[in-house]
């Protein structure tokens, strides 16, 4: 099992900035991705930016050129910075990882972005 604990979440201004961290309890280097996950009230959980063990990345349309996730293997840590957020950025934020065809949550950490 790969446990994750998310933390960064907050209040902030449009146009702010914040950095999640998520920090598992494997090492990176044997899980396969690591991904951030976002679900705003009434809506389905969304894929927002994931990362591969070899380092690609994916990112959703709406973040693209805003959004930077990041590993830092050393640490078992991955970040998602989030940059010029946007009110419709509010959400809970969850870090999922997929390791031995098998999927693990974080428990979120909520972002709201007043206008």
């Known amino acids: 099992q790969v446990q994750l604990v998310e933390s960064g979440g907050g209040l902030v201004q449009a146009g702010g900035s914040l950095r999640l961290s998520c920090a598992a309890s494997r090492s990176l280097f044997i899980i396969d991705v690591m991904g951030w996950y976002r679900q705003a009230p009434g809506n389905q959980r969304e894929l927002v930016a994931r990362?591969?063990?070899?380092?690609?990345?994916f990112y959703a349309d709406s973040v693209k050129g805003r959004f930077t996730i990041s590993r830092d293997n050393a640490k078992n840590t991955v970040y998602m910075q989030m940059n010029v957020l946007k009110p419709e950025d509010t959400a809970v934020y969850y870090c999922?990882?997929?390791?031995?065809?098998?999927?693990?949550w974080g428990q979120g950490t909520q972002v709201t972005v007043s206008s």
């Open positions: 990362i591969t063990s070899g380092g690609s990345t």
């Open positions: 999922h990882a997929f390791w031995g065809r098998s999927g693990y």
